[in-house]
């Protein structure tokens, strides 16, 4: 059974930097790819970064920037570093793993920006 577990959320001033850090287990297969989703109350999920097997990153472009998506040094880990948050960038973060064309999700991790 593959197991997405998402951590480093919480909370930060706006301009303010955080990491999420992203680890799936279960599997004899490394991702094809990995990505980041947010939502925050009342909006649709949206994909923030993404990250292929080959190191291909591909970004929405509110975070063109500041946001940096990297494979983790650990096998089947990746993170996400947020700089320069902004107010309405508050919700909760879930990492997606696609392994064999399936798709994978954590429970989510909070983040919210307020001063």
């Known amino acids: 059974q593959v197991r997405v577990v998402e951590s480093g959320g919480g909370l930060v001033q706006p301009g303010g930097s955080l990491r999420l850090d992203c680890a799936a287990s279960g599997s004899i297969f490394s991702p094809d790819a990995m990505s980041w989703y947010r939502q925050a109350p009342g909006n649709q999920r949206e994909r923030v970064a993404f990250i292929g097997s080959t190191g291909g990153t591909d970004y929405a472009d509110s975070v063109k920037g500041r946001f940096t998506i990297a494979r983790g040094n650990a096998k089947n880990t990746m993170y996400l570093q947020m700089n320069s948050l902004r107010p309405e960038e508050t919700a909760v973060y879930y990492c997606?793993?696609?392994?064999?064309?399936?798709?994978?999700w954590g429970q989510g991790t909070q983040v919210t920006v307020s001063s």
């Open positions: 997606k793993t696609m392994i064999r064309a399936r798709d994978y």
